[in-house]
Nanobody
């Protein structure tokens, strides 16, 4: 089981950028799936982006397409979420998730498909 440690959250103004990191500690990426979810107060957890480690397939929620990019550094067992053109509606707690058994991420991602989760990192975007 992976222990996932997120970092990189913070407070920015609208239009700004942040890069979130998710390190898998004492865990080696093989053919895993990694994803980023977010949850704002009073709202359901939303899948933001996902990727197959080492593979070309990625998923992005419509709300972040063209603004967010998920990437990986296998040597560091780390997945990143580069977030550009941030808007107040992007304000949420962001969670990293992983699973050894990859679901189909081509059209959507579901929290129930991921067994390992980080503690979350807060992103706050002010207008």
């Amino acid at each position: 089981q992976a222990r996932l440690v997120e970092s990189g959250g913070g407070s920015v103004q609208a239009g700004g950028s942040l890069r979130l990191s998710c390190e898998a500690v004492e865990y080696t990426f093989t053919s895993d799936c990694m994803a980023w979810f977010r949850q704002a107060p009073g709202k359901e957890r939303e899948g933001v982006a996902a990727t197959y480690i080492g593979g070309p397939t990625t998923y992005y929620a419509d709300s972040v397409k063209g603004r967010f990019t998920i990437s990986e550094d296998n040597a560091k067992n780390t997945v990143y979420l580069q977030m550009n053109s941030l808007q107040p509606e992007d304000t949420a707690m962001y969670y990293c998730a992983a699973d050894r058994v990859c679901p189909d991420i081509r059209t959507m991602i579901k929290a129930a498909d991921f067994g390992d989760w980080g503690q979350g990192t807060q992103v706050t975007v002010s207008s």
